[in-house]
């Protein structure tokens, strides 16, 4: 037993036996009393103590539990929280299409809230337009016409203002809104998107209707969880959006520039630009504005008008208004919305009036420009809405309005080098032509001549040249030659050449002389050629019809081929040096002269070394042999057409590669010939010879009407002869010799006398034509009849051979 | 060239007949000139004249110079289309009065 316990004594009251023993054991009980009275005090107050402690730990354990249930609730409700954020944040990472993602999103938010509407607002989301969802269940679903315009309320603006969660537990009494909502509508919950920059990106909202609910601090704190991920996906849109619209206009700006490279015309790039652009930015117009460097007006050149859009028409004198409210330094004019735009104060009524009937609220100008020279304006119009040209786009609008530029420049460019080009070959076409005049007059040689030329040059003006000219009228004077280099330079320097010649075939003591000729030709060739490194090759002969002889020097030029019935042979002719690299003193003895006889149907061919020095289409030269072939199997060929007959066979050898230089042939025949010998003048001995050559010609087609003036002439030449000629030459030589040649319509005679000749030169400068001769004079009629007779007059140097030719 | 020189009063007429080349003037010039006389007109008889030449036409021009010291006119007379083609490129018309064997007819 305890000392706490009571300790009970028995009474025994058979020990009572006096009043002593009575006071001791009512003491002794006294006492046992006090002692139980202590204990059980003791035991009360343990007893209190215990139960005190007991209470204590009862609070504590209250405690416990209610923190315990806390953080329970905590866990599940960071849990849910997470959850939910979660879901979003799969969501979000699941797409791109930020409608897609919003709408989910109001919908998950609307769910897990069980409100009747859930929302969210993203303001000029695409150019001005704000992009909004809404979830609602059942009755409370508005149509996006009503829940577009939250963003127009007093609530958007408050949270939009101050960035702070608006919480609405009760329309009816909260400030904002009491009185001033009409519908149903009986706590929101509105919170705002807000980027890592503070930036804000949309709002989020929840609506209650008709009954009235009290958000709490965990539906706050979720929403604006979520507002997070929100406003992330929006960011990861915007940048996924413009990396798209990047990529796009890259790729546009892209195309642009190859179409640039790629076509000259100027007008197909502008007017697919325009159109491009235009759909690109999805703006209402584009244009370009060209301005007219003249006149310094604007007209519109190209434009693009979206459907329902009026254009404002091409071709139209359009100044660009909005450039009078941009400084000289801005590199665009940029206005979002006109009818806020402070700038408008810059322009005249008029001009604002003129900008009003555009419809346009938002333009966007950038220059086209190409080195500092402005060439226009590329414009922008977005009508009826305003619109924030943002820097990316008007980044992208000056790329394509530098390519733009490239391409204006590029086109005016062509436009000159066209010009250019039509003046320049408006000019070796003049060129052509003054070549082929100064030619042809070279082969515009007496009909009654055995020649033949085939001239094919290789570009309009060309490098080959030849002259064909009467010496006397059975003493043909050839030059054939070939200017190094072709085009205009080349060409020049032949019309040089040809100039220079006639100089030289005018003077006998040069046009008689082949080497003489060649000599001179060299020099003055020399010496206008300092500046620069042309030469020429020539060949020169002299043909003497009567007696088939060629006398020739030769300048580097290739040798002429001699045909007879039986060989075909290159002329041994010892080419010199070729014209113009030697003067004339370094070149004196250069050029040899050799002499080939040709009998009667003999030919020679002369030609240029684009017959000899011609590819085949596999790049490899053609063997000269083929023209020496064609030559042998051609022998019987009429001459008139034998040298366009070898330029036609050398495309056929060459299986028809293209020319690689002019084809100049010239062909000459030793015609047959009537040669007879006068040794009589009188009369009837004259007159029976004169009459033979009168029946030859009459076989040959003489008009009956032109016999007399043929005789006449042959009489006046004849008499001549003798009289000034023979009558001068000792008896044993006093003959004349007559030769004369019919081809095709026309008569050419020679007639020699043995005497020492005359000075022709100053006898036809006194007296060539008859109306010059005194009337009453009884001489000095024989010269002016010959010329009125004939069509071609002529002497040899000496003056004692006369050439008549008489064409009908 | 045949020659046949008549003096009929105060007109001298001469028929001459083949060529009159620069062979002949002189025989033509020896023959016709002597005998222009006190006549008023020299009558050329080109009928049978087929052919002249500068020479020829030298003649004419000579017997037309005669004639004008006399104060005689020359006429030449049935000239053949040949003949007066040259006189007329020669402008002996205008020297003397010529007729065609046409214009005779």
């Given at each position: 037993?305890?000392?706490?316990?009571?300790?009970?004594?028995?009474?025994?009251?058979?020990?009572?036996?006096?009043?002593?023993?009575?006071?001791?054991?009512?003491?002794?009980?006294?006492?046992?009393?006090?002692?139980?009275?202590?204990?059980?005090?003791?035991?009360?107050?343990?007893?209190?103590?215990?139960?005190?402690?007991?209470?204590?730990?009862?609070?504590?354990?209250?405690?416990?539990?209610?923190?315990?249930?806390?953080?329970?609730?905590?866990?599940?409700?960071?849990?849910?929280?997470?959850?939910?954020?979660?879901?979003?944040?799969?969501?979000?990472?699941?797409?791109?299409?930020l409608?897609?993602?919003?709408?989910?999103?109001?919908?998950?938010?609307?769910?897990?809230?069980?409100?009747?509407?859930?929302?969210?607002i993203i303001p000029s989301y695409k150019t001005s337009k704000n992009l909004v969802?809404?979830?609602?269940?059942?009755?409370?679903?508005?149509?996006?016409?009503?829940?577009s315009q939250?963003s127009l309320?007093?609530?958007y603006r408050?949270?939009t203002e101050?960035?702070?969660?608006?919480?609405?537990?009760?329309?009816?009494?909260?400030?904002?809104?009491?009185?001033?909502?009409?519908?149903?509508?009986?706590?929101?919950?509105?919170?705002?998107?807000?980027q890592?920059n503070?930036e804000l990106i949309g709002v989020?909202?929840?609506?209650?209707?008709?009954?009235?609910?009290?958000?709490?601090?965990?539906?706050?704190?979720?929403?604006?969880?979520?507002?997070?991920?929100?406003?992330?996906?929006v960011e990861?849109s915007k940048l996924?959006s413009k990396?798209k619209a990047w990529?796009s206009r890259?790729?546009l700006?892209?195309?642009?520039?190859?179409?640039?490279?790629?076509?000259?015309?100027?007008?197909?790039?502008?007017?697919?630009?325009v159109?491009e652009l235009g759909q690109a930015l999805q703006s209402s117009r584009c244009f370009i504005n060209?301005?007219?460097?003249?006149?310094?007006?604007e007209?519109l050149?190209?434009e693009y008008s979206a459907n329902n859009i009026e254009p404002i028409?091409?071709?139209?004198?359009n100044p660009l208004i909005i450039n009078k409210m941009a400084e000289r330094s801005e590199e665009y004019i940029s206005i979002s919305n006109l009818y806020k735009e402070p700038r408008l104060t810059k322009l005249s009524n008029?001009e604002i009036e003129q900008l009003y009937k555009t419809k346009a609220m938002a333009f966007l100008a950038v220059p086209i420009?190409?080195?500092?020279?402005?060439?226009g304006w590329l414009c922008f119009h977005q009508c009826n809405v305003p619109r924030n040209w943002t820097s990316e786009e008007i980044a992208f609008i000056q790329s394509a309005a530098?390519?733009?530029?490239?391409?204006?420049?590029?086109?005016?460019?062509?436009?000159?080098?066209?010009?250019?080009?039509?003046?320049?070959?408006?000019?070796?076409?003049?060129?052509?032509?003054?070549?082929?005049?100064?030619?042809?007059?070279?082969?515009?040689?007496?009909?009654?001549?055995?020649?033949?030329?085939?001239?094919?040059?290789?570009?309009?003006?060309?490098?080959?040249?030849?002259?064909?000219?009467?010496?006397?009228?059975?003493?043909?004077?050839?030059?054939?030659?070939?200017?190094?280099?072709?085009?205009?330079?080349?060409?020049?320097?032949?019309?040089?050449?040809?100039?220079?010649?006639?100089?030289?075939?005018?003077?006998?003591?040069?046009?008689?002389?082949?080497?003489?000729?060649?000599?001179?030709?060299?020099?003055?060739?020399?010496?206008?050629?300092?500046?620069?490194?042309?030469?020429?090759?020539?060949?020169?002969?002299?043909?003497?019809?009567?007696?088939?002889?060629?006398?020739?020097?030769?300048?580097?030029?290739?040798?002429?081929?001699?045909?007879?019935?039986?060989?075909?042979?290159?002329?041994?002719?010892?080419?010199?040096?070729?014209?113009?690299?030697?003067?004339?003193?370094?070149?004196?003895?250069?050029?040899?002269?050799?002499?080939?006889?040709?009998?009667?149907?003999?030919?020679?061919?002369?030609?240029?070394?684009?017959?000899?020095?011609?590819?085949?289409?596999?790049?490899?030269?053609?063997?000269?042999?083929?023209?020496?072939?064609?030559?042998?199997?051609?022998?019987?060929?009429?001459?008139?057409?034998?040298?366009?007959?070898?330029?036609?066979?050398?495309?056929?050898?060459?299986?028809?590669?293209?020319?690689?230089?002019?084809?100049?042939?010239?062909?000459?025949?030793?015609?047959?010939?009537?040669?007879?010998?006068?040794?009589?003048?009188?009369?009837?001995?004259?007159?029976?010879?004169?009459?033979?050559?009168?029946?030859?010609?009459?076989?040959?087609?003489?008009?009956?009407?032109?016999?007399?003036?043929?005789?006449?002439?042959?009489?006046?030449?004849?008499?001549?002869?003798?009289?000034?000629?023979?009558?001068?030459?000792?008896?044993?030589?006093?003959?004349?010799?007559?030769?004369?040649?019919?081809?095709?319509?026309?008569?050419?005679?020679?007639?020699?006398?043995?005497?020492?000749?005359?000075?022709?030169?100053?006898?036809?400068?006194?007296?060539?034509?008859?109306?010059?001769?005194?009337?009453?004079?009884?001489?000095?009629?024989?010269?002016?009849?010959?010329?009125?007779?004939?069509?071609?007059?002529?002497?040899?140097?000496?003056?004692?051979?006369?050439?008549?030719?008489?064409?009908? | 060239?045949?020659?046949?020189?008549?003096?009929?009063?105060?007109?001298?007429?001469?028929?001459?007949?083949?060529?009159?080349?620069?062979?002949?003037?002189?025989?033509?010039?020896?023959?016709?000139?002597?005998?222009?006389?006190?006549?008023?007109?020299?009558?050329?008889?080109?009928?049978?004249?087929?052919?002249?030449?500068?020479?020829?036409?030298?003649?004419?021009?000579?017997?037309?110079?005669?004639?004008?010291?006399?104060?005689?006119?020359?006429?030449?007379?049935?000239?053949?289309?040949?003949?007066?083609?040259?006189?007329?490129?020669?402008?002996?018309?205008?020297?003397?009065?010529?007729?065609?064997?046409?214009?005779?007819?």
């Open positions: 037993m305890s000392e706490n316990d009571i300790n009970l004594q028995v009474f025994d009251f058979g020990d009572l036996k006096d009043i002593d023993s009575c006071l001791a054991a009512v003491k002794k009980l006294q006492k046992q009393l006090d002692s139980e009275r202590k204990i059980a005090d003791k035991k009360e107050k343990l007893m209190s103590q215990s139960l005190q402690e007991s209470k204590q730990m009862s609070s504590h354990l209250q405690q416990i539990t209610q923190a315990l249930a806390k953080e329970r609730k905590a866990a599940i409700e960071k849990s849910e929280t997470e959850r939910l954020l979660w879901k979003l944040i799969e969501r979000i990472n699941s797409s791109f299409d409608e897609h993602i919003l709408q989910s999103t109001v919908d998950e938010l609307g769910h897990y809230f069980k409100v009747d509407r859930c929302g969210i969802r809404e979830y609602a269940s059942g009755e409370w679903k508005r149509k996006k016409e009503t829940y939250v309320s007093a609530l408050t949270v101050t960035l702070e969660p608006l919480i609405i537990n009760d329309t009816l009494t909260h400030e904002l809104t009491a009185g001033n909502l009409g519908e149903d509508l009986r706590s929101i919950l509105m919170v705002p998107l807000v890592y503070d989020v909202y929840l609506h209650q209707c008709r009954t009235q609910r009290n958000w709490t601090e965990h539906e706050l704190s979720l929403l604006q969880a979520a507002a997070g991920p929100i406003a992330t996906a990861k996924f990396a990529a890259e790729k700006l892209n195309r642009l520039t190859s179409r640039i490279r790629g076509t000259l015309n100027i007008n197909v790039i502008l007017e697919r630009t159109a060209i301005i007219d460097h003249k006149t310094t007006r007209k050149s190209h028409g091409t071709g139209k004198e008029k420009s190409f080195q500092r020279n402005l060439f530098s390519q733009v530029g490239v391409a204006i420049n590029q086109a005016e460019m062509v436009s000159k080098l066209s010009e250019y080009q039509t003046k320049i070959s408006r000019e070796l076409k003049q060129a052509a032509q003054l070549q082929s005049i100064l030619l042809s007059a070279g082969a515009d040689t007496n009909k009654n001549l055995p020649i033949a030329v085939s001239y094919h040059p290789h570009h309009n003006v060309s490098g080959d040249f030849y002259w064909v000219t009467e010496l006397a009228p059975h003493i043909i004077g050839i030059l054939i030659g070939d200017v190094s280099g072709k085009g205009p330079a080349a060409a020049l320097l032949t019309g040089y050449i040809i100039g220079e010649m006639k100089g030289l075939l005018e003077n006998q003591e040069t046009s008689w002389h082949p080497e003489a000729f060649l000599t001179a030709l060299s020099d003055s060739i020399f010496e206008q050629n300092q500046a620069s490194d042309f030469y020429a090759t020539a060949w020169y002969g002299i043909f003497n019809v009567l007696e088939g002889k060629v006398i020739c020097s030769n300048a580097g030029h290739p040798s002429p081929c001699l045909m007879n019935e039986n060989s075909i042979n290159r002329i041994e002719d010892e080419p010199g040096v070729p014209l113009g690299l030697l003067s004339v003193n370094d070149a004196i003895g250069t050029y040899v002269v050799k002499e080939f006889k040709l009998n009667p149907s003999d030919r020679m061919i002369i030609f240029t070394d684009g017959l000899t020095e011609q590819r085949e289409l596999d790049g490899k030269f053609l063997p000269e042999a083929w023209l020496l072939d064609t030559l042998k199997s051609h022998t019987k060929y009429k001459l008139t057409e034998l040298p366009e007959e070898i330029i036609r066979q050398l495309n056929i050898v060459s299986k028809a590669a293209p020319a690689d230089d002019d084809r100049l042939v010239v062909a000459i025949e030793m015609p047959e010939n009537n040669i007879i010998e006068l040794t009589d003048d009188s009369q009837d001995y004259i007159n029976n010879k004169i009459k033979a050559i009168l029946e030859d010609a009459a076989i040959h087609g003489l008009p009956k009407n032109l016999e007399a003036s043929l005789k006449l002439g042959l009489v006046e030449a004849i008499y001549n002869s003798f009289r000034h000629g023979a009558s001068k030459a000792k008896d044993q030589d006093k003959k004349i010799t007559l030769g004369w040649w019919i081809k095709e319509s026309s008569i050419s005679c020679t007639i020699k006398d043995p005497g020492p000749g005359f000075n022709w030169h100053k006898a036809i400068q006194s007296k060539s034509m008859l109306k010059d001769v005194d009337i009453t004079s009884e001489g000095g009629r024989g010269l002016p009849l010959l010329f009125e007779i004939f069509s071609k007059v002529c002497w040899n140097p000496a003056g004692n051979e006369i050439g008549l030719t008489m064409n009908w | 060239m045949k020659l046949d020189v008549e003096d009929k009063e105060d007109r001298l007429f001469i028929k001459i007949g083949g060529q009159l080349l620069y062979s002949e003037a002189d025989n033509f010039k020896e023959e016709v000139l002597p005998k222009i006389g006190q006549h008023s007109t020299v009558t050329l008889d080109c009928e049978h004249l087929q052919f002249i030449d500068s020479a020829g036409t030298g003649a004419i021009v000579r017997l037309w110079k005669e004639c004008r010291m006399v104060g005689a006119e020359l006429e030449l007379i049935r000239v053949i289309p040949e003949v007066q083609k040259l006189l007329h490129l020669t402008r002996l018309h205008q020297l003397a009065k010529v007729t065609g064997i046409d214009d005779a007819a």
